[in-house]
């Protein structure tokens, strides 16, 4: 029975065995030689970076044409030009990338419940979208380090993942295992391209940035005596680091949390600190650009926003060329912010390191007049941005204006920078509130006139810069608030003499928000001047968009003169045209016109490439309400440091020398340790330094 059995078992094991022979022979598959020849090239890591199952399982993908050469995230670009090769390939250099964190929470951001869950970010997302009171930061339970297939990710003692960079592979598995987005894989390009989004981790000051810099991480640099990783991580967003550390309004500081402690931290300052650095050097810092794409874009108008936007064009990899009207770069910043403010030889060094990345510039040259859109895109222009500012002065509306010795503001302002000599005469009145008006007002004093502002509302609701206010009335200007000019008054040979005025009161709040001046009726004076500027606002020009014979602009335009876009995109009505700057916004901030600028170059840079332009779908435009809680508890007082004055008395009233200087190294470290590391809600606490009010209170006198 046992033998019969053994003998049958051996019998339906001969006939498998012919069965599976003839199969092997009918059916058999013949393997790829190139995949085994991959395979070889491949470093046999087998750590599924590459998101395949091995190097087999990629070396397979890589000959049925899946994925290219570069697939393998640790292979050498030898091995990976040795596939392209065997494939018949070819293999553009990659741009490094690298796994970075977007987040400064950690163990300082606080737990709404205990979790006592597995310890595992994606299943404590699943419980009420994770335990910690910030709803977009990280969780701190690690599941980025164990994902990293090359141990290039530990948990750092704030409680946050940290990455090597050696090690970091950017292979994404981190990336895919965070379930809040902490962790992303960037390179130089996405972060160029990248807007502010409402699930980044943005402290308020980031979110007010009109350039959208990445504020604590500089003034962390700058804590850290990383000077030049301070520089480097500005010019991501500004490259006119120098010029907005001298005349920006700092918009970022009005939301400082500290600011609901003692002070706003100095930020302008720490980048002044580190751009006069860098100025004092006279050698600027590398700064990396993509490779040459030979995709040629047309930059119209050499002022901050087209600076700036053919600035992220060429570090995008384009070949950007300026086209400027007037004999020199830099728009309103050389020829409507006088020197005393802004050096132009400090402006010329600053602009210089923009043009020795490798754009071109035309001088002297006028849309309308030497050129045209068709003359571009016949040149091979694929692209156009129109940044042509906003010159063309605002009117008083009242009689006399046209009388000789009667300037607009920026009309005086331009005339002084070109060189032209102009007589002030003894005295001044320069009508308006804003900062041209004290720019004009300024310089008048440092021509030797007596200078009287009048402003028809009050000093608390004038819009130039509460320092200018200041400064202006330690020269020597006189205010004349609640007046308004109703007349210029001339002689008989044509010239201005003076201006009757009428008195105003305030009424109700217009739609600025600021109560409407209202006009006292048989109030009416006259003052007498020998100049009057009036610098109560300006448009841009576009007469240079209409042809000889045209009644309309091919462009939209507004009612006050600027060009309509889309506020996202900033593409204009013709889809090749894209627009940014004082044209587009009506007069606005330098660092406005910079951050648009950029927004532009990135529209552009995805129009020539991609041939549409993504927004993100949560793209911060306001101010995110849950990140600006004015309760800030456990906080020292720590008093802002001042910024000092280089000249004085006579020297300061008498020349145009630089007024305002930098902080020392010292000062600079001291108000960089000031910043509280804000994340979007989270924030650096301490034990208060004094425990008592009345100790409190001495501390601040």
Same mark, same amino acid.
């Given at each position: 029975?046992?033998?019969?059995?053994?003998?049958?078992?051996?019998?339906?094991?001969?006939?498998?065995?012919?069965?599976?022979?003839?199969?092997?022979?009918?059916?058999?598959?013949?393997?790829?030689?190139?995949?085994?020849?991959?395979?070889?090239?491949?470093?046999?890591?087998?750590?599924?970076?590459?998101?395949?199952?091995?190097?087999?399982?990629?070396?397979?993908?890589?000959?049925?044409?899946?994925?290219?050469? *570069?697939?393998?995230?640790?292979?050498?670009?030898?091995?990976?030009?040795?596939?392209?090769?065997?494939?018949?390939?070819?293999?553009?250099?990659?741009?490094?990338?690298?796994?970075? #964190?977007?987040?400064?929470?950690?163990? =300082?951001?606080?737990?709404?419940?205990?979790?006592?869950?597995?310890?595992?970010?994606?299943?404590?997302?699943?419980?009420?979208? $994770?335990?910690?009171?910030?709803?977009?930061?990280?969780?701190?339970?690690?599941?980025?380090?164990?994902?990293?297939?090359?141990?290039?990710?530990?948990?750092?003692?704030?409680?946050?993942?940290?990455?090597?960079?050696?090690?970091?592979?950017?292979?994404?598995?981190?990336?895919?295992?965070?379930? #809040?987005?902490?962790?992303?894989?960037?390179?130089?390009?996405?972060?160029?391209?990248?807007?502010?989004?409402?699930?980044?981790?943005?402290?308020?000051?980031?979110?007010?940035?009109?350039?959208?810099?990445?504020?604590?991480?500089?003034?962390?640099?700058?804590?850290?005596?990383?000077?030049?990783?301070?520089?480097?991580?500005?010019?991501?967003?500004?490259?006119?680091?120098?010029?907005?550390?001298?005349?920006?309004?700092?918009?970022?500081? !009005?939301?400082?949390?500290?600011?609901?402690?003692?002070?706003?931290?100095?930020?302008?300052?720490?980048?002044?600190?580190?751009?006069?650095?860098?100025?004092?050097?006279?050698?600027?810092?590398?700064?990396?650009?993509?490779?040459?794409?030979?995709?040629?874009?047309?930059?119209?108008? $050499?002022?901050?926003?087209?600076?700036?936007?053919?600035? &992220?064009?060429?570090?995008?990899?384009?070949?950007?060329?300026?086209?400027?009207?007037?004999?020199?770069?830099?728009?309103?910043?050389?020829?409507?912010?006088?020197?005393?403010?802004?050096?132009?030889?400090?402006?010329?060094?600053?602009?210089?390191?923009?043009?020795?990345?490798?754009?071109?510039?035309?001088?002297?040259?006028? /849309?309308?007049?030497?050129?045209?859109? @068709? !003359?571009?895109?016949?040149?091979?222009?694929?692209?156009?941005?129109?940044?042509?500012?906003?010159?063309?002065?605002?009117?008083?509306?009242?009689?006399?204006?046209?009388?000789?010795?009667?300037?607009?503001?920026?009309?005086?302002?331009?005339?002084?920078?070109?060189?032209?000599?102009?007589?002030?005469?003894?005295?001044?009145?320069?009508?308006?509130?804003?900062?041209?008006?004290?720019?004009?007002?300024?310089?008048?004093?440092?021509?030797?006139?007596?200078?009287?502002?009048?402003? =028809?509302?009050? #000093?608390?609701?004038?819009?130039?810069?509460?320092?200018?206010?200041?400064?202006?009335?330690?020269?020597?200007?006189?205010?004349?608030?609640?007046?308004?000019?109703?007349?210029?008054?001339?002689?008989?040979?044509?010239?201005?003499?003076?201006?009757?005025?009428?008195?105003?009161?305030?009424?109700?709040?217009?739609?600025?928000?600021?109560?409407?001046?209202?006009?006292?009726?048989?109030?009416? !004076? &006259?003052?007498?001047? @020998?100049?009057?500027?009036?610098?109560? $606002?300006?448009?841009?020009?576009?007469?240079?968009?209409?042809?000889?014979?045209?009644?309309?602009?091919?462009?939209? !335009?507004?009612?006050?003169?600027?060009?309509?876009?889309?506020?996202?995109?900033?593409?204009?009505?013709?889809?090749?045209? &894209?627009?940014?700057?004082?044209? /587009?916004?009506?007069?606005?901030?330098?660092?406005?016109?910079?951050?648009?600028?950029?927004?532009?170059?990135?529209?552009?840079?995805?129009?020539?490439?991609?041939?549409?332009?993504?927004?993100?779908? @949560?793209?911060?435009?306001?101010?995110?309400?849950?990140?600006?809680?004015?309760?800030?508890?456990?906080?020292?007082?720590?008093?802002?440091?001042?910024?000092?004055?280089?000249?004085?008395?006579?020297?300061?009233?008498?020349?145009?020398?630089?007024?305002?200087?930098?902080?020392?190294?010292?000062?600079?470290?001291?108000?960089? *340790?000031?910043?509280? =590391?804000?994340?979007?809600?989270?924030? @650096?606490?301490?034990?208060?330094?004094?425990?008592?009010?009345?100790?409190?209170?001495?501390?601040?006198?």
């Amino acid at each position: 029975m046992v033998f019969s059995s053994a003998l049958v078992l051996l019998g339906l094991g001969f006939g498998a065995a012919f069965v599976l022979a003839v199969a092997s022979r009918l059916l058999h598959v013949k393997e790829d030689p190139r995949i085994a020849k991959i395979e070889n090239l491949l470093p046999g890591a087998n750590c599924g970076g590459c998101g395949y199952p091995g190097c087999s399982g990629a070396a397979a993908a890589i000959v049925t044409g899946k994925v290219g050469a *570069d697939v393998c995230v640790v292979a050498e670009s030898e091995a990976i030009s040795a596939i392209a090769a065997l494939m018949g390939q070819t293999v553009e250099e990659r741009e490094p990338e690298i796994a970075m #964190r977007d987040c400064t929470g950690g163990s =300082r951001a606080e737990d709404r419940f205990v979790y006592e869950g597995v310890a595992d970010c994606r299943a404590q997302a699943l419980l009420y979208e $994770g335990a910690k009171t910030c709803p977009e930061g990280c969780l701190g339970l690690g599941t980025c380090v164990r994902a990293c297939p090359f141990n290039a990710i530990h948990m750092g003692p704030e409680g946050l993942p940290v990455i090597d960079p050696e090690e970091c592979r950017a292979c994404g598995k981190c990336a895919d295992a965070c379930p #809040r987005g902490v962790i992303g894989i960037t390179g130089m390009t996405a972060r160029l391209l990248h807007l502010n989004r409402t699930s980044d981790c943005l402290a308020p000051c980031r979110q007010k940035c009109p350039g959208q810099i990445n504020i604590p991480r500089y003034i962390e640099q700058v804590r850290a005596g990383d000077y030049d990783g301070a520089v480097l991580t500005i010019k991501e967003r500004n490259p006119l680091l120098m010029v907005c550390g001298r005349v920006c309004p700092r918009p970022c500081e !009005t939301v400082c949390r500290r600011g609901h402690v003692d002070e706003p931290v100095g930020i302008n300052m720490l980048k002044r600190f580190v751009a006069d650095r860098e100025l004092e050097s006279r050698r600027h810092l590398p700064v990396q650009c993509a490779k040459d794409t030979g995709r040629k874009v047309a930059v119209i108008g $050499g002022g901050p926003a087209g600076l700036s936007c053919a600035y &992220f064009l060429r570090r995008l990899g384009h070949s950007p060329k300026i086209f400027e009207a007037m004999p020199a770069l830099g728009g309103q910043l050389r020829y409507g912010i006088p020197e005393y403010r802004l050096p132009k030889a400090d402006l010329d060094w600053e602009i210089q390191g923009i043009l020795d990345l490798g754009v071109d510039v035309e001088l002297n040259s006028a /849309f309308g007049k030497n050129y045209d859109l @068709d !003359t571009l895109r016949n040149d091979g222009y694929e692209a156009v941005f129109m940044g042509i500012g906003a010159w063309q002065a605002g009117s008083m509306y009242a009689e006399g204006e046209e009388l000789e010795g009667v300037w607009g503001g920026i009309e005086f302002l331009t005339a002084h920078a070109l060189g032209q000599q102009i007589d002030v005469g003894k005295r001044v009145i320069v009508v308006g509130g804003g900062n041209t008006a004290i720019d004009a007002a300024r310089t008048c004093v440092r021509l030797g006139a007596e200078v009287i502002m009048m402003y =028809r509302r009050t #000093r608390a609701e004038m819009p130039a810069n509460p320092e200018e206010i200041v400064g202006a009335e330690e020269e020597g200007v006189i205010y004349k608030f609640l007046a308004a000019p109703k007349k210029v008054v001339g002689d008989e040979n044509g010239r201005a003499t003076g201006v009757e005025f009428i008195e105003m009161q305030l009424g109700e709040p217009d739609a600025s928000g600021r109560r409407r001046p209202e006009p006292i009726e048989g109030s009416n !004076t &006259f003052m007498e001047a @020998d100049l009057v500027i009036a610098a109560i $606002g300006q448009k841009p020009d576009l007469s240079c968009l209409y042809d000889d014979d045209a009644t309309e602009c091919p462009l939209e !335009t507004t009612r006050w003169k600027t060009i309509v876009a889309d506020p996202d995109t900033f593409q204009t009505a013709i889809p090749d045209v &894209f627009t940014a700057g004082d044209v /587009f916004t009506g007069p606005d901030l330098v660092i406005s016109a910079v951050g648009d600028g950029r927004k532009a170059a990135r529209s552009i840079h995805y129009y020539i490439t991609r041939g549409e332009i993504p927004v993100p779908p @949560d793209v911060q435009r306001d101010l995110i309400p849950y990140s600006l809680f004015k309760t800030v508890d456990s906080v020292e007082y720590r008093k802002r440091a001042v910024m000092p004055h280089l000249c004085h008395g006579d020297d300061r009233n008498c020349s145009f020398n630089e007024v305002e200087g930098a902080l020392n190294e010292n000062e600079a470290l001291n108000e960089a *340790d000031r910043c509280l =590391r804000c994340g979007l809600i989270c924030y @650096d606490r301490q034990e208060p330094m004094v425990s008592t009010k009345e100790e409190t209170e001495v501390g601040k006198a």
